[in-house]
């Protein structure tokens, strides 16, 4: 699994947290403030055009160069 992947991952299981745990949580007189949902769509965009390319670039086969005699290589 590539970096992007696993960041893309994190961030999806946070925007998971936020949804169905709230964006802050209190307990007693301490209170915890999770990250903004808007940041972490911005995140999430982002480590997922990450993630593509680095697929996209995993999966492309190598160039082959042919060279002849005579004429010209391609």
Do not use: C, F, H, W
């Not at 299981?13 to 007693?28: E, F, W």
């Not at 403030?33 to 996209?56: G, P």
């Amino acid at each position: 699994m590539s970096t992007a992947q696993q960041r893309l991952d994190e961030v999806r299981a946070a925007i998971r947290d936020i949804l169905n745990k709230g964006q802050s949580v209190r307990k007693g007189d301490r209170q915890v403030d999770r990250a903004q949902l808007a940041s972490l769509r911005v995140l999430e965009e982002q480590y997922a055009e990450q993630a593509a390319y680095e697929a996209a670039a995993t999966s492309k086969r190598p160039r082959q160069v042919r060279l002849y005699s005579r004429g010209k290589g391609i």
